[in-house]
Structure formats: structure tokens, C-alpha cells
Nanobody, 126 residues
Framework: QVQLVESGGGSVQAGGSLRLSCVVS????????MGWFRQAPGKEREGVAG????????YYADSVKGRFTISLDNTLNTVYLQMNSLKPEDTAMYYC???????????????????WGQGTQVTVSS
């Protein structure tokens, strides 16, 4: 059974930083993509960052490029999202996600993600 458990959310002022963590269990049922999504009130869930667990190639939404970094620690079964230069528009519930199958083309295709965590809230004040 796949479980994704996020932590690290909180409240921060604009320009600040946060690091989100996601501990993964049941990894034998997972594919090769791990990612982070977010959903702001009244908006659809959107892909933020993705990473291939094999080669480590990363993918980012245009809105976070240069500010957010996704990374993996395979020994700890943990995926991270380092968020710098946070903006009020980054305020959202952030979700860890994983693919259920091997993805041959891109972990930046947000529709490949099938497993989801419960989310962690990030609030950025101006």
C-alpha cells in the first residue's frame, strides 16, 4: 500500500523560504516519477515540480522555475521541495505525488501522477 506523508508547511513572509518533505512507503508499487502539486482556494490543482527517480531529471512549472528545487534522498525514501523567494501567490495546499507506472517520456507530464499525500499548507504573507 502506497503512502505519501508530507511535512514542512507553515506560514512565512514574502521572500522567505520553506522546505517541504514527503516520506514514501510502499515504494514497490510506485512508478519512476515523484512530484509536488499545489491547490489554492478556488483554483484547480496544478503541477509544481517533478523528478525522475532513476536519472534525477527535474521538471518545473514556469511559475516556480528558479525559485523551487525538487530533490530525492533514495536512502530515506524522501522527496523534498525547497521553496525560496516565496510570493503570496504561492499560498496553497501542497501535495506530494507519485506515478503508479514507469513513465518513459517525462515526469513533467502532470497527468502521470496517481498517488497523493494528504497535503501540507503553505501560507505566504506580503
Amino acid at each position: 500500500q502506497v503512502q505519501l506523508v508530507e511535512s514542512g508547511g507553515g506560514s512565512v513572509q514574502a521572500g522567505g523560504s520553506l522546505r517541504l518533505s514527503c516520506v514514501v512507503s510502499g515504494s514497490k508499487d510506485l512508478g519512476n516519477c515523484m512530484g509536488w502539486f499545489r491547490q489554492a482556494p478556488g483554483k484547480e490543482r496544478e503541477g509544481v515540480a517533478g523528478i525522475s527517480t532513476g536519472g534525477g531529471r527535474t521538471y518545473y512549472a514556469d511559475s516556480v522555475k528558479g525559485r523551487f528545487t525538487i530533490s530525492l534522498d533514495n536512502t530515506l525514501n524522501t522527496v523534498y521541495l525547497q521553496m525560496n523567494s516565496l510570493k503570496p501567490e504561492d499560498t496553497a495546499m501542497y501535495y506530494c505525488a507519485a506515478s503508479s507506472a514507469y513513465v518513459y517520456y517525462s515526469c513533467g507530464i502532470w497527468s502521470v501522477y496517481a498517488y497523493w499525500g494528504q497535503g501540507t499548507q503553505v501560507t505566504v504573507s506580503s
